[in-house]
Nanobody, 126 residues
Framework: QVQLVESGGGLVQAGGSLRLSCASS????????MGWFRQAPGKEREFVAA????????DYAGSVKGRFTCSRDNAKNTVYLQMNSLKPEDTAVYYC???????????????????WGQGTQVTVSS
């Protein structure tokens, strides 16, 4: 069983930065591909970023490419999302997710993930 807990959300002005963290309780963290998704009010959940089990491969949504960086520290069972140059349209609840088991490469579809965190709110003011 894998439990995920996000932290680091908050209120920031446009152009600012935030760093989200997602801590896992599972002992098999290093075997899972991880992802970040977000959901704004009235909108569907959308893919933000993904990282492979080793951290060697990453994928990003076009809307965040060049501004967000996903990384992981397997020794700390934690995945991060560094968000720079934030825009009001980045406002959403951000969720981290883990695949069911060992996965090669990155996973960009929500259906590819089995475990989800409770989410953390990110609000960007203009």
């Amino acid at each position: 069983q894998v439990q995920l807990v996000e932290s680091g959300g908050g209120l920031v002005q446009a152009g600012g930065s935030l760093r989200l963290s997602c801590a896992s309780s599972g002992r098999t963290f290093s075997r899972h591909a991880m992802g970040w998704f977000r959901q704004a009010p009235g909108k569907e959940r959308e893919f933000v970023a993904a990282i492979s089990w080793s951290g060697d491969s990453t994928d990003y949504a076009g809307s965040v490419k060049g501004r967000f960086t996903c990384s992981r520290d397997n020794a700390k069972n934690t995945v991060y999302l560094q968000m720079n140059s934030l825009k009001p349209e980045d406002t959403a609840v951000y969720y981290c997710a883990a695949t069911l088991g060992f996965t090669i490469g990155t996973v960009t579809a929500a259906s590819g993930y089995h475990y989800w965190g409770q989410g953390t709110q990110v609000t960007v003011s203009s």
